[in-house]
């Protein structure tokens, strides 16, 4: 009998995943799914740390689920990036997935296939944004070179880096440094510990 995770999310405190709850349940059980652990995050779709997601991606890792069941990829997953490499995880550690909204489930041909597009589009995303990431690159330099101002962090006076250390051993704190010099904190940082 296949082991399910099944994971809930709602993005406020007052929505309820009791209607989620019935449905993933009655489906694992029409599939004849071991429940091996519900895990229910309330948190909005952008938010960078969901507790139970994390504690339901160690507990997969431990190899306590066979499958994976969710409401449907919105309540899973923060993006397109995000999804395609939990569920490359997943089908490295042989666990499938299953979206039920979606009807979506990584077991059939037919999931293998959408999770194949996915990753095709998320490789494709990723490469647009390197492709654009050079181009800038580039375009900087030239402009860089043209009017002489250099790409990256500009440079500080020697005379200013002394006095950075200086103020430093006499005590003051980074943030102090920072403000009276006019500077950035992670530039007092850099200078202070060369």
């Known amino acids: 009998m296949p082991r399910a995770a099944i994971y809930y999310r709602v993005s406020t405190i007052d929505q309820s995943v009791d209607g989620q709850i019935k449905e993933l349940r009655r489906y694992a059980k029409r599939r004849k799914f071991k429940i091996a652990g519900e895990y229910v995050d309330q948190c909005s779709g952008a938010a960078r740390t969901r507790p139970q997601l994390d504690e339901m991606m160690a507990d997969i890792r431990q190899r306590k689920a066979d499958v994976v069941l969710v409401w449907a990829f919105d309540r899973f997953a923060r993006s397109t990036s995000h999804l395609v490499s939990t569920l490359e995880e997943l089908q490295s550690l042989g666990v499938d997935f299953i979206s039920y909204k979606q009807q979506i489930d990584t077991s059939t041909a037919a999931g293998k296939l959408t999770f194949t597009v996915l990753a095709a589009i998320a490789e494709f995303e990723r490469e647009m944004i390197r492709e654009r990431v050079k181009t800038g690159m580039v375009n900087a330099k030239k402009a860089g070179t043209k009017s002489g101002n250099p790409i990256g962090r500009p440079k500080i ?21 920072a403000k009276r010099l006019k500077l950035g904190k992670s530039c007092v940082f850099r200078y202070a510990n060369v």
């Open 157 to 177: 006076s020697a005379a200013k880096q002394s006095q950075i250390r200086n103020m430093r051993e006499d005590g003051a704190s980074y943030a102090q440094i």
